[in-house]
C-alpha cells in the first residue's frame, strides 16, 4: 500500500477547514411559550415579534413561539424563562404579585381603566418593574395590556349581593382577593383551561377581557358580560438574563427595535380587539351591557378598599408609582 505524502494530507486538511469556516453558522432557536390560543392577538403579535428578530437578525437566532399553553402552561412560563428552560416566554405580569406586590401595579381595581390611563401607568411603573425582573434573572422586552377586564356571569347581576356563593375563576391576587370581597369562591384556572371550567360548572363567573370570553366562545355556556372597565392587566415578554448577556450588541439592538414596534403595534392590536370581541360575544348571544348604578357603587366601594391594600404591600415603590401616575 502507497502512503500518502504528508504535504498531500496538509493540503486536504486546510482545504477542509476553509470549506468548514465557509459555512453560514448554525441558526440558534429560541423557543418562546405562551399561553393564550394562537388566535389571540397577544399570541399574533408575539408571532410577528417573533418574525422580526429572525429577520433581523438574518436567522441567526430563531424564535419559534408555542401559544395555548403548549410547551409550559401558562403559570410556568415565568419560571422556565427565569431558570433557563428557554431563553423567551410571555407572561401576565399580575399572576405572579405574590412574588413582588408591583407585578400587580395594572391590577389595580379602578385605578387605570382606560387604554390612554393604561400607559401612563405602564409609563410610571415601568423602570420599578424592570429592576424586580432584574433581581430574578430576567430581562424586560415589551409589554402590551388586554382590554379593559369586564364580568362574566351565568346569571343576570345588578349588585355584588347576586354574586355570593359563585364559583369565580381567579387568576392572580387581585382576582383572588375580588373573589373573597364579593363573597363569591376563587377557583384557580389558567386561561388555556377556562372553556371546559364552565362547560362543566368549576367556575360561574370571572373577571376578564371580552377577548378572553370571545376566543374561548363563552356565549356557550354564560349568558352575560358586564362591562365594569375594572383595569387593564397587562403581558410582559422577557428574556433569560443569561441568555441576553450573551448576545452582542448588535442583535440586542434588533430585539430593542422589534419589541419597540411589537408594543406599539400590539397597544393598536388591543384597542381594535376591544371592540371586535364585545360585538362578537353580542352577535353569538350573550347580554353584553353596563353595570347597573349599584354594581358600579359596589365595585367601588371594593376597589378602594383594594388599592389602600396594595399601597400598603407595595411599600414607598408602590406610593411613589401612583402618585407618579396620577400627577401625569
Known sequence: ???TPKSTVGLVSAAALLA??????????????MAYAASNFHSENGAEFAA?????????????????GALFGGAEIKRAVQTGQVQIGERLLSAHANEDPLFGVDSIPFLATSFDDSVKLWSAAEGAIE????????????SVPWPPQGMYFNKEVTSVEDMKGLKFR???AATAKLAELT????????AAEVSQAFATGVAESM?????????????ENVSHFYEVDAWLPRNAVMVNKDAWDGLSDETKAVFASCAETAETAGLEKAKAYTTFTLEGLAENGMSVEKPSDRLKADLAEIGEAMTAEWLESAGDKGKAIVDAYKAM
Do not use: F
Open 170 to 172: 381567579a387568576y392572580n
Open 1 to 3: 500500500m502507497t502512503a
Open 183 to 190: 363573597g363569591m369562591l376563587p377557583v384557580q384556572i389558567e
Open 131 to 142: 429592576e424586580a425582573l432584574a433581581e430574578q434573572n430576567l430581562v424586560l422586552l415589551y
Open 20 to 33: 468548514a469556516s465557509a459555512l453560514p453558522a448554525a441558526a440558534e432557536k429560541w423557543d418562546m411559550p
Open 207 to 219: 373577571v376578564s377581557s371580552g377577548a378572553t370570553g370571545y376566543d374561548r366562545k363563552l356565549w
Open 52 to 68: 422580526c428578530v429572525t429577520e433581523g437578525t438574518g436567522g441567526d437566532i430563531e424564535i419559534v413561539t408555542h401559544p395555548g
